[in-house]
């Protein structure tokens, strides 16, 4: 959900929200209320506790009262003068906070309130007010009181007045009541509803700040080997900007391996280098030390001393080739210069290059090629050259047979040309064949090995080859022999009708 559609509902449920629930809570302890105070009070089913009037609903209070005193009236109006039946009608009243006044004539012989001497003088003359139980009289001053008169005449024909008189100064305690327990419910409902949409809130912003927060510490702390664990479904601003650090924590994750592997791997080339380096440059300083000393006394030795010499030198120029090209490989920069190559003379010519060196080694050389005379490729030719040599060179250092051999066959495989390399070596072992095309990995790494190598050949044959669109894999038995493998796409004319 959208970070904007959250703030939507956010605003909606904290105005509407509150609003309807204290609407219903306001209508349920007013009817709650109602019933009430009609059960306690007889009121027959015409309480409105929220009316306006609220002087009506005083008036409602008394009128059940109002009607059993007016029935003992007409029975027999000279039980008013008895205390006992005064005290009983000005008890019910009370509980419906009135009490009575009884006047005979000018004279006042029973007042049940604290406030009637206030009032007297202003009570209605006999006559003065229309009986019925709808009617009454306001009076005002320091105190406010609903006043209802109800007239009469004595068994002995003198006139009598009896009022019910109610404070009307405040409210009902009932509706006090009600009013305070809406108060605290509304109150309560806007408490519950913050809460509420805080929690919501904190869960689908804060915490996700939060994560973010530690992260960035964790971060600015060089650890990134931490993970921001993203909860699901979550695709709002927040969530997106989650999974970006996320995937920035991982790219910045590999790059800082990618830096540590390419300095190790670094260091290792120059390791390797250096040694390879050592070891003709030490042979090339004895052979010259022995011609300086005269150690090389005739021209059959002398000539010897120098071929060493000049072979040890050609050694440390391709190493020094290698490492110009490993350089010219980290950068993207190998200089390609492709035409088109027949296949049946370019290998041949290739064969015969590499041929004279390796009579002079001993190795027997075969070369088998089964593609048709006009088969062409593109490719460039001095960097395919450099794939046969490199691959070659790596054979012959690794040959372990009194008679080594090495076999270069090219082979037509459709649409592409298959050449194979294979040599009676002591093989590769099987844990090893997967990382062999791997920059720097050597399958013996001891630097005590007389093997040397700056463990860089078959990376840049592997290069070499993806970059003209073709593919690369060896197969190997150890104790048996290595054979690598690479395919070229053939070159086919475009015929336009």
Same mark, same amino acid.
């Not at 009817?31 to 002087?55: H, P, W």
């Not at 110009?324 to 980290?330: E, H, L, R, V």
């Not at 041949?348 to 001993?362: A, P, R, T």
């Not at 008679?403 to 294979?422: A, C, M, Q, S, Y």
């Given at each position: 959900?959208?970070?904007?559609?959250?703030?939507?509902?956010?605003?909606?449920?904290?105005?509407?929200?509150?609003?309807?629930?204290?609407?219903?809570?306001?209508?349920?302890?007013?009817?709650?209320?109602?019933?009430?105070?009609?059960?306690?009070?007889?009121?027959?089913?015409?309480?409105?506790?929220?009316?306006?009037?609220?002087?009506?609903?005083?008036?409602?209070?008394?009128?059940?009262?109002?009607r059993q005193i007016r029935r003992e009236l007409t029975k027999n109006p000279d039980k008013f003068l008895e205390t006992e039946f005064q005290n009983e009608i000005n008890s019910q009243l009370q509980t419906r906070y009135s009490y009575m006044i009884l006047r005979k004539q000018e004279q006042i012989l029973y007042c049940g309130g604290a406030t009637g001497d206030?009032?007297?003088? /202003? %009570?209605?003359?006999?006559?003065?007010?229309?009986?019925?139980? *709808?009617?009454?009289?306001? !009076?005002?001053?320091? =105190?406010? /009181? %609903?006043?209802?008169?109800?007239?009469?005449?004595?068994?002995? *024909?003198?006139?009598?007045? !009896?009022?019910?008189? =109610?404070?009307?100064?405040?409210?009902?305690?009932?509706?006090?009541?009600?009013?305070?327990?809406?108060?605290?419910?509304?109150?309560?409902?806007?408490?519950?509803?913050?809460?509420?949409?805080?929690?919501?809130?904190?869960?689908?912003?804060w915490r996700p700040l939060g994560k973010l927060k530690e992260a960035t510490k964790n971060i600015r702390d060089g650890n990134l080997d931490f993970s921001l664990d993203l909860e699901e479904n979550n695709d709002d601003e927040i969530g997106q900007l989650c999974q970006d650090f996320e995937e920035m924590r991982i790219r910045l994750k590999e790059s800082t391996e990618e830096k540590a592997q390419f300095d190790r791997e670094n260091k290792e080339l120059i390791s390797n280098i250096s040694h390879d380096l050592k070891t003709p440059i030490t042979a090339i300083k004895g052979y010259v030390e022995g011609i300086m000393d005269g150690v090389a006394s005739s021209p059959e030795k002398l000539d010897r001393y120098i071929r060493v010499i000049y072979n040890k030198a050609n050694d440390m120029d391709h190493l020094i080739d290698e490492l110009t090209f490993y350089s010219k490989i980290d950068t993207n920069r190998i200089p390609y210069n492709y035409t088109k190559l027949n296949v049946a003379q370019y290998f041949g010519d290739c064969v015969e290059d590499v041929g004279l060196d390796m009579e002079s080694k001993g190795i027997e050389l075969g070369y088998f090629n089964y593609v048709d005379e006009n088969v062409l490729i593109i490719a460039d030719p001095e960097q395919l050259r450099k794939v046969i040599n490199n691959i070659i060179g790596n054979s012959v250092k690794y040959l372990d047979k009194k008679k080594g051999i090495i076999n270069i066959r090219i082979l037509d495989d459709g649409d592409f040309i298959h050449v194979g390399i294979e040599d009676n070596g002591k093989g590769i072992p099987v844990k090893d064949l997967p990382y062999i095309f791997d920059r720097f990995y050597r399958t013996d790494s001891s630097r005590n090995s007389s093997k040397g190598g700056s463990g860089i050949g078959l990376s840049i044959v592997k290069k070499i080859i993806e970059d003209h669109g073709g593919r690369i894999w060896a197969t190997s038995k150890e104790g048996i022999g290595t054979e690598i493998h690479f395919v070229l796409r053939k070159y086919q004319e475009v015929v336009h009708e």
């Amino acid at each position: 959900m959208k970070l904007k559609t959250r703030l939507a509902i956010s605003f909606l449920t904290i105005t509407l929200f509150p609003t309807l629930l204290a609407i219903l809570c306001f209508w349920g302890l007013s009817s709650y209320q109602t019933r009430a105070m009609e059960k306690i009070y007889d009121m027959g089913g015409q309480v409105e506790l929220l009316n306006v009037n609220s002087v009506q609903l005083w008036n409602q209070m008394t009128q059940n009262v109002q009607r059993q005193i007016r029935r003992e009236l007409t029975k027999n109006p000279d039980k008013f003068l008895e205390t006992e039946f005064q005290n009983e009608i000005n008890s019910q009243l009370q509980t419906r906070y009135s009490y009575m006044i009884l006047r005979k004539q000018e004279q006042i012989l029973y007042c049940g309130g604290a406030t009637g001497d206030k009032i007297y003088e /202003h %009570l209605p003359e006999y006559k003065g007010v229309t009986d019925n139980l *709808e009617n009454g009289i306001y !009076l005002g001053g320091d =105190t406010q /009181h %609903l006043v209802k008169q109800m007239d009469f005449l004595f068994s002995d *024909e003198t006139e009598g007045s !009896l009022f019910i008189v =109610t404070e009307v100064d405040d409210l009902l305690p009932e509706v006090k009541s009600m009013l305070s327990e809406m108060f605290f419910a509304a109150i309560l409902i806007l408490c519950l509803t913050g809460a509420l949409m805080t929690m919501w809130v904190y869960q689908s912003i804060w915490r996700p700040l939060g994560k973010l927060k530690e992260a960035t510490k964790n971060i600015r702390d060089g650890n990134l080997d931490f993970s921001l664990d993203l909860e699901e479904n979550n695709d709002d601003e927040i969530g997106q900007l989650c999974q970006d650090f996320e995937e920035m924590r991982i790219r910045l994750k590999e790059s800082t391996e990618e830096k540590a592997q390419f300095d190790r791997e670094n260091k290792e080339l120059i390791s390797n280098i250096s040694h390879d380096l050592k070891t003709p440059i030490t042979a090339i300083k004895g052979y010259v030390e022995g011609i300086m000393d005269g150690v090389a006394s005739s021209p059959e030795k002398l000539d010897r001393y120098i071929r060493v010499i000049y072979n040890k030198a050609n050694d440390m120029d391709h190493l020094i080739d290698e490492l110009t090209f490993y350089s010219k490989i980290d950068t993207n920069r190998i200089p390609y210069n492709y035409t088109k190559l027949n296949v049946a003379q370019y290998f041949g010519d290739c064969v015969e290059d590499v041929g004279l060196d390796m009579e002079s080694k001993g190795i027997e050389l075969g070369y088998f090629n089964y593609v048709d005379e006009n088969v062409l490729i593109i490719a460039d030719p001095e960097q395919l050259r450099k794939v046969i040599n490199n691959i070659i060179g790596n054979s012959v250092k690794y040959l372990d047979k009194k008679k080594g051999i090495i076999n270069i066959r090219i082979l037509d495989d459709g649409d592409f040309i298959h050449v194979g390399i294979e040599d009676n070596g002591k093989g590769i072992p099987v844990k090893d064949l997967p990382y062999i095309f791997d920059r720097f990995y050597r399958t013996d790494s001891s630097r005590n090995s007389s093997k040397g190598g700056s463990g860089i050949g078959l990376s840049i044959v592997k290069k070499i080859i993806e970059d003209h669109g073709g593919r690369i894999w060896a197969t190997s038995k150890e104790g048996i022999g290595t054979e690598i493998h690479f395919v070229l796409r053939k070159y086919q004319e475009v015929v336009h009708e």
